[in-house]
């Protein structure tokens, strides 16, 4: 059922497109929120239509754009991709937030965020949870650990169905990798529910793993042995510069690589599960859902 806001309305709520923002969307569509998902141009998607999802223009680079697009929103989902501005793009954002009257803001962070981040990235987060935490606009951020769907990426599927393995500089390191889809879920709770303002939330996956160990469960699903290759970091960063990265993701990806490799992703939290109501995903079942995705 579809929350009203405190004029009996039905809630309108702008959610910036994304692997996370875009299933929070159709969520709250089929709740029967009015829902704008905000894209660089619109296109022409009957699903969305079907659902009654506005497309919204809203350009990062143009706070007017992003005012406009705010505008008359009670609730808004913001996540900014990762750019070489995106510190400035993400206040900016929550600057446009102000000047169009939301009430209400859930941020998609990082895990291990903060003012002395072991890598830039958490910096860059903390920058924008810092600007949002200040802009007097009721707030909960989360902190998402690895997605389980950045193995629909960086050419995993094609390395697993043409290799049977896949390539990585993370070594025997584990991480708590969460579902993209349990995200959004909750973001989709923080959003129309109360009692959420002011958390942080660190959420995780329900087990750690080690990329052999993922590397098993890809193999028992998929019906065949799919090996994990521990990529030289030196050879890592070759293969992203030869793939056409610009310098600065190579850097960042390259800090990302080295914490995961240190152990700094294992730690589970129970956030996630408690926000739920259920286990989280596991990546088991994350592999059997997109089974057709790694097949031949």
């Known amino acids: 059922m579809a929350t009203k806001n405190k004029k009996g309305e039905i809630m309108k ?3 910036n497109a994304g692997n996370i923002g875009t299933p929070v969307a159709i969520q ?8 704008g998902l905000t894209v660089r141009a619109i296109e022409i998607n009957k699903d969305w239509d079907a659902l009654k999802i506005r497309q919204i223009p809203f350009d990062i680079n143009n706070t007017k754009s992003m005012e406009a697009a705010l505008r008359g929103a009670d609730s808004f989902f913001s996540l900014t991709p990762l750019v070489q501005n995106m510190v400035e793009a993400s206040v900016n954002a929550i600057r446009a937030a102000q000047a169009a009257g939301v009430k209400r803001i859930v941020r998609s962070s990082a895990a291990g965020a903060g003012p002395s981040a072991a890598i830039e990235l958490g910096k860059w987060h903390y920058e924008a949870e810092k600007a949002l935490e200040s802009s007097g606009i009721p707030f909960t951020i989360l902190r998402p650990m ?19 393995a896949f390539y990585a500089p993370l070594g025997t390191a584990k991480s708590a990798n969460v ?20 958390k942080r939330y660190e959420l995780t996956g329900g087990e750690s793993l080690s990329q052999a160990e993922n590397a098993k469960i890809f193999s028992e699903v ?6 994990y290759v521990d990529v030289p970091e030196a050879a890592a960063i070759d293969g992203m510069s030869k793939a056409g990265m610009p310098s600065w993701l190579v850097k960042m990806l390259t800090e990302l690589n080295a914490l995961g ?29 997109h089974r057709a995705v790694f097949n031949i």
Do not use: W
């Open 13 to 15: 709520i702008v959610v």
């Open 28 to 35: 709250l569509a089929k709740e029967g929120h009015e829902v």
């Open 146 to 164: 690895n997605f389980m769907q950045n193995f629909l990426t960086y050419g995993n599927p094609d390395s697993i169905k043409g290799q049977n």
């Open 179 to 198: 579902d993209t889809r349990d995200v959004s879920k909750i973001a989709a709770k923080c959003l129309t529910q109360p009692g959420h303002e002011g």
């Open 222 to 227: 998929l019906g065949r042995t799919i090996s």
């Open 261 to 289: 490799k240190a152990g700094y992703l294992a730690q589970v939290s129970l956030d996630t599960e408690r926000l739920l109501g259920q286990k989280p995903t596991t990546f088991r079942e994350f592999v059997r859902d």
